[in-house]
């Protein structure tokens, strides 16, 4: 069974901390992404890799960072958090133009 | 820029009613569309996914047709039960290249009452 983990379902953090999210695969996907979602906006996309160490902005990457150095794991970065960056996060991974697998999502709160 | 817009926001239908969610794109350019189910505080579930030459796929009680050069996808639900309620998104992906995303609509809330 196909696996999309990310590392939190829940966090609190305070306004200017730097937080990690964490998203690991099972299925040697080649493409990640991560994504937010809040109400009446839908799910917007932060970045998304294509392969290890290959990242290429979204949407609204302004305040987010993040890292592939392996194949598997794709992690997103607020380099120093603020209030409106409370949402759910959402990462997901594919293969090129197939289905795409989600994980949990992580409800982040920021204070 | 590709926008997927989906009607209506909300739907509540009572149970055992068949029900049509409906999506549409502005650029027929597309790879294939996918649907989805979120769940209250959830991740999402790929139900179904055309790809871009087929017209139709069927999945249990789902159906989802594609008509690219019309720019319109539904989703056919057969029968609903409670179980189906839910949040159920569409999605497209542009044409074939490295590193695309899935364009989304913001979806329909589905409420099915016994």
């Known amino acids: 069974d196909v696996k999309v983990t990310q590392s939190s379902r829940y966090l609190v953090k305070r306004t200017g901390e730097k937080v990690f999210l964490e998203c690991v695969q099972d299925m040697d996907h080649e493409n990640m992404f991560w994504y937010r979602q809040d109400p009446g906006l839908g799910l917007r996309l932060i970045y998304f890799?294509?392969?290890?160490?290959?990242?290429e902005k979204g949407d609204i990457p302004e305040g987010y960072s993040v890292s592939r150095e392996k194949k598997e794991r794709f992690s997103l970065i607020l380099e120093s958090a603020s209030t409106n960056q409370t949402s759910m996060y959402l990462c997901?991974?594919?293969?090129?133009?197939?289905?795409?697998?989600f994980g949990q999502g992580t409800r982040l709160t920021v204070v | 820029k590709q926008e997927v817009t989906q009607i209506p926001a909300a739907l509540s239908v009572p149970e055992g009613e068949n029900l049509v969610l409906n999506c549409s794109f502005t650029?027929?350019?597309?790879?294939?569309l996918q649907w989805f189910r979120q769940d209250p505080g959830k991740g999402l579930t790929s139900l179904l996914l055309i790809q871009s030459s087929q017209r139709e796929q069927t999945s249990g009680r789902l159906n989802a047709s594609l008509d690219k050069s019309s720019g319109r996808s539904t989703l056919y639900i057969a029968a609903s039960q409670p179980g189906d309620s839910a949040t159920y998104l569409c999605a497209v992906s542009p044409p074939n290249q490295a590193g695309t995303a899935l364009i989304f609509g913001k979806g329909t809330t589905l409420s099915v009452s016994s």
């Open positions: 650029d027929s350019a597309i790879y294939n």
């Open positions: 997901a991974s594919s293969e090129t133009d197939r289905q795409a697998f």
């Open positions: 890799s294509y392969d290890v160490k290959m990242k």
